[in-house]
């Protein structure tokens, strides 16, 4: 049985960083490529990050490019996403996801999902 679990999500406030993390147990972890979505209240869940099961490519959403970093650490079984210069429209519950696919940008797309993890970020 696959599982995901996220951890570090808090309240912060605007500008500040904070790291997610995701561990991946159940399945080779190197055969999984990763993503991060986030779900706000009365909004739909949407893309955040991906990265490739190398690691040699990542994908953002263009609402957090320069500002959120996905890396993953493959003998770790974890997947990262590293937020800085948090804005209160960054409030969510954050997913982490794997795909044993080749594509990346939508809930289908993915075949594993965590609980998610909170992220509040006050103004």
């Known amino acids: 049985q696959v599982q995901l679990v996220e951890s570090g999500g808090g309240l912060v406030q605007t500008g500040a960083s904070l790291r997610l993390s995701c561990v991946v147990s159940g399945r080779s ?3 999984l490529a990763m993503g991060w979505f986030r ?3 009365k909004k739909e869940r949407e893309f955040v990050a991906a990265i490739s099961w190398t690691g040699g ?3 953002y959403n263009d609402s957090v490019k320069g500002r959120f970093t996905i890396e993953r650490d493959n003998p770790k079984n974890t ?3 590293q937020m ?3 804005k209160p429209e960054d409030t969510a519950v954050y997913y982490c996801a794997a795909s044993a696919r080749s594509s ?3 809930d289908d797309d993915y075949n594993y ?3 998610g993890t909170q ?3 006050s103004s």
Do not use: E, I, N
């Open 119 to 121: 992220v509040t970020v």
């Open 39 to 41: 779900q706000a209240p």
């Open 84 to 86: 800085s210069t948090l």
């Open 29 to 31: 972890f190197v055969s």
């Open 104 to 106: 990346y940008f939508k």
């Open 79 to 81: 997947v990262y996403l």
């Open 113 to 115: 999902w965590g609980q």
């Open 57 to 59: 490519r990542t994908y």
